[in-house]
């Protein structure tokens, strides 16, 4: 019994997969109903519930709409799709890679300025006990993912959970291939260097400077991290 329910899943995991790219690729249009579930299934070759369990996914990730007595409309996910998109959209197309760290260098300078107004005594140690985190992780992955909860904590000593969950929207987005973005952190000692002068500003208390400090060091980590797609483009 296991074995088959792993089998099953494993179906709906690919046919969503396959759903999913050929909605982005254009097969199936913004706007436009998908075919009859009898003929889509066909088409897929799968069973028809096989084929509900991927499209109840796909309408719970934004990309469909289904209205009983009309049928299921693909979404323009531009228009109504969220940032829980973004992981998906990531794996499909690195060039969405170079926007997301723009987004995030921006929000991440505001979120330096405020955190540096806002943090408490507490997050003040806790900033800089997760930069020594950085300094002596065992390597560039520990080290990328213990910057990674420095910002985490930048964003929590603003105050406002509402960039804390933009924060984690955009790491979220790029974690899941960031074996390939750890070139600024292979070397933590230096990873830490970095970083600290942003770390240190929002302790003291400077808010321009921790929001200089921030953008310069994630356009900095930006760069780095993006050479390397561009090189094999």
Not at 14 to 29: K, S, V
Not at 45 to 67: I, N, S
Not at 87 to 102: N, T
């Amino acid at each position: 019994m296991r074995d088959e329910t792993i089998a099953r899943q494993s179906v709906v995991d690919l046919l969503e997969a396959r759903l999913r790219d050929d909605i982005l690729d254009g097969a199936h249009r913004p706007g436009s109903l998908l075919p009859p579930e009898r003929d889509l299934a066909a088409r897929y070759g799968v069973t028809r519930t096989t084929l509900k369990h991927a499209l109840t996914r796909l309408e719970q990730a934004g990309m469909l709409r289904t209205r009983h007595g009309i049928g299921t409309k693909v979404r323009d996910i531009l228009k109504v799709g969220g940032a829980e998109l973004l992981p998906m959209l990531v794996g499909r197309d690195s060039a969405w890679l170079a926007e997301i760290f723009e987004a995030r260098r921006h929000i991440g300078a505001l979120i330096a300025r405020r955190a540096a107004t806002r943090r408490t005594d507490v997050q003040a140690r806790r900033l800089s006990a997760l930069l020594v985190a950085v300094a002596e992780a065992t390597d560039g992955d520990a080290a990328q993912l213990a910057d990674v909860e420095v910002h985490r904590e930048l964003a929590r000593a603003t105050g406002n959970r509402v960039y804390l969950l933009l924060t984690n929207t955009l790491f979220n987005a790029y974690l899941p291939v960031r074996l390939s973005l750890r070139a600024p952190f292979e070397q933590p000692a230096e990873a830490a260097a970095r970083i600290a002068p942003l770390v240190q500003a929002v302790v003291d208390g400077r808010a321009a400077d921790a929001e200089r400090a921030a953008e310069c060091y994630l356009r900095a980590t930006e760069e780095q991290m993006l050479r390397p797609l561009k090189t094999t483009r």
